[in-house]
């Protein structure tokens, strides 16, 4: 029989050889068709000359779980529901086949085991990957649980413990740990996976593996503290720390974490049926939350963005396989090191002395030799990537580069004067980037002699870890300049957004007046405490104040001075916040800012800033006011960039927010947020607001346009 997406090949022992392999997707994902059409493939593999079964794919990755685009049309509990049960049905007879017919079914992981992929895995007796492959659950980063059995399948095969870090997290594991903790049997090369396969599937037919499977073998691996798991005071203790760190963690902000802990608890608790029934409940229930819809609207935002080329011509981007990158601290060195280690091209650092050239290459070395230490590398690749990076002090071989990053002070002038220097000695074709966080690209480009190969570049610290990458263009910037700057950056690993020239672009601007209010704030009575305690349980991973300490007071008090300039009184702070730079405070580089420090951990905020900004003791704030204030001010500032022109689209706004300066995805980023409070009430905030505290509150535009016609920002 033909199969759409699947290739089925019954071997002389008997062995049947499913491969997925998803006719209209690149890569393999559960839609409706596909789930379908596997019910039909388990028909035949319950028929009497299939002895064993393999199952792959014909795809680069395994399965990577569901099409999300499917969890749209089940927001309604009945469709969900039904939707899952047939999923469930299918992987149950799966399991069936080495459980009740003693055929073996071994699992051949390659690639993206994730989802649906991994809980399809799990119905194996037995699982086998290659070492590139990532075996997860992260359905809670959809603001939902594994729903085809994962919460019961999972815990049971690698310990209560281990099932919840996988899940309630939703973070992958790699082989080696997956092996360590019993969730795969064995890990073999690439090429040699499907051979292997079939061995260990022929191997198996008549022994009990193929009833019992690993779950006997590995009982032991798979609960690592028998007494705290095997009796029941013990598992209490257990779910009990779970739900706290949860709650620490997430600010109990997201529900599914919650939800997945009880489905596993009432799993453990009173049976897997009980459990099933609770998982498919919860998953129902969660798939309808406003938390949900925002995270999906993230995930397929940035699905979009994988294929936006940042222009709207069809020129192609220039080929990049040298970069020069101006500067070695933590900025220069953290862009060395992606460009090096992702984007595999040749890297060379400048630096004004050998001490800096030094600090840039040791800055790579690390970010290399710690992925090597997990495992993500090996020593030959570890060299391999050492060696495409140089360093110098000098311009000798900048003729052959491709594209040129500069990472140095935020002052034009030493910008522009590096613009010069740079052209004159590389070729006509090169591009000039900027990894300025606040200047205008205009301003710099204005010493260029190519202002077409100038772009913006922001990068967001520590580059090696945040995953945005903020493309800014001038009016006189080539398309082909922009099609290449985003192509690298997609090559980085970055997530990338093209956004117009201005003062602070998106990212920089929209933390302005959001930061300033923070001042405001704090010059009213609210203490430290209550303001990034607030912030942090509105959602963002730390509070204002604290981010200032972490950019820097001083360079935070430069930021301002060039807003203030660009834009000025809507964007005038306090003035007592000039004190803290008078009594150099500079936060964590320090150790002197809101907060004390000792050998840079943080202990608790410095009580002496309120002295030092001419304040008496707080007098405290209701939350309420404090996230009021603070969230209108960001929102009404993005809403801003839109009308500008800074921004392309309220989608590029979210995913920058979100991306770049941790933005609470459970809200979607700031335009989601918008269209779910609705325009209108936004724009009543503000408009009291004005009328307390001043016209910095004053609605933008476009935001009483959308509150008049009722348009959401997002569709």
């Given amino acids: 029989m033909e199969y759409k997406n699947y290739h089925f090949e019954l071997t002389e022992q008997g062995v049947a050889v499913v491969l997925m392999d998803r006719h209209d997707e690149a890569m393999n994902t559960l839609g409706e068709e596909f789930v379908r059409e596997l019910a039909i493939v388990v028909d035949r593999l319950e028929q009497p000359d299939v002895k064993a079964v393999v199952i792959g794919s014909a795809k680069k990755d395994f399965l990577a779980g569901a099409d999300i685009k499917m969890f749209t049309d089940m927001e309604a509990d009945e469709t969900a529901v039904e939707a899952l049960q047939a999923l469930h049905e299918i992987y149950d007879r799966i399991e069936a086949l080495h459980q009740v017919a003693d055929k073996p079914v071994v699992a051949a992981i390659t690639g993206a085991c994730l989802g649906g992929g991994l809980e399809l895995a799990l119905t194996a007796s037995m699982r086998i990957c290659t070492d590139t492959a990532q075996l997860g659950q992260p359905e809670v980063q959809l603001g939902l649980i594994p729903g085809a059995g994962g919460t019961q399948r999972l815990p049971a095969l690698v310990g209560i413990q281990n099932g919840l870090q996988m899940i309630v997290t939703g973070r992958p594991v790699r082989p080696y740990k997956a092996k360590k903790m019993g969730l795969v049997d064995e890990i073999v090369p690439t090429e040699k996976l499907l051979d292997i396969a079939r061995k260990r599937a022929v191997e198996a037919i008549g022994t009990q593996q193929s009833k019992d499977g690993i779950r006997s073998k590995l009982r032991v691996a798979a609960i690592k503290d028998m007494a705290l798991e095997g009796n029941p005071a013990g598992r209490k203790m257990l779910f009990k720390k779970a739900t706290e760190m949860m709650v620490a963690e997430t600010g109990g902000n997201y529900p599914a974490p919650r939800r997945a802990i009880e489905a596993i608890q009432i799993g453990i608790d009173h049976g897997r049926a009980a459990g099933v029934a609770a998982e498919i409940r919860f998953f129902a229930e969660l798939v309808e939350t406003p938390e949900s819809a925002a995270l999906r609207s993230i995930f397929f935002a940035s699905q979009e963005l994988k294929r936006d080329t940042g ?363 918008i269209d779910t409070m609705g325009a209108d009430v936004v724009v009543n905030k503000l408009d009291a607001l004005a009328a307390k505290h001043g016209k910095r509150f004053t609605p933008a535009q476009i935001l009483r346009d959308h509150a008049e016609s009722g348009e959401r920002f997002r569709t």
């Fill in 311 to 673: 222009i709207d011509s069809h020129v192609d981007p220039l080929d990049v396989d040298t970069v020069a990158v101006l500067g070695g601290g933590l900025m220069g060195g953290g862009i060395a090191a992606v460009s090096a280690i992702n984007a595999g091209v040749n890297v060379r650092i400048k630096e004004i002395d050998d001490a800096g050239v030094g600090r840039g290459l040791a800055y790579v070395d690390r970010v290399v030799s710690k992925r090597a230490k997990r495992r993500r590398m090996s020593e030959f690749e570890v060299d391999q990537i050492m060696n495409r990076v140089t360093g110098s002090t000098t311009w000798d071989g900048f003729e052959r580069t491709d594209l040129v990053i500069e990472a140095v002070f935020e002052d034009l002038d030493l910008k522009r004067s590096i613009v010069k220097d740079v052209e004159a000695v590389v070729s006509k074709d090169t591009i000039f980037a900027s990894n300025t966080s606040t200047l205008p690209i205009t301003e710099i480009a204005k010493a260029s002699n190519r202002p077409d190969k100038v772009v913006g570049m922001h990068y967001f610290s520590p580059v090696e870890k945040m995953p945005l990458l903020e493309v800014i263009t001038t009016e006189k910037t080539s398309d082909e300049t922009t099609a290449t700057a985003v192509a690298f950056g997609k090559r980085q690993g970055k997530t990338v957004i093209v956004v117009n020239d201005g003062t602070g672009f998106y990212t920089s601007r929209v933390l302005g007046p959001y930061t300033n209010e923070a001042g405001f704030l704090l010059a009213e009575g609210a203490s430290v405490e209550d303001i990034d305690s607030a912030m942090k349980s509105w959602g963002f991973p730390i509070g204002p104040l604290l981010l200032g300490d972490e950019v820097g007071i001083d360079v935070g008090a430069h930021i301002s001075e060039i807003f203030l300039d660009a834009f000025g009184d809507r964007m005038k702070g306090p003035d007592m916040m000039a004190a803290l730079v008078a009594d150099d405070r500079k936060g964590r580089k320090n150790g002197r800012g809101f907060y004390i420090y000792d050998k840079g951990e943080r202990k608790g905020v410095d009580d002496s800033v309120y002295g030092v900004l001419g304040l008496g003791a707080p007098k405290g704030m209701a939350r309420s006011e404090i996230q009021e204030r603070l969230s209108m001010a960001f929102l009404n500032e993005a809403a801003l960039c839109l009308e500008e022109g800074i921004l392309r689209s309220a989608r590029d706004g979210d995913i920058g927010a979100v991306f770049g300066l941790g933005y609470p995805p459970f809200r979607g980023g700031p335009f989601w947020t």
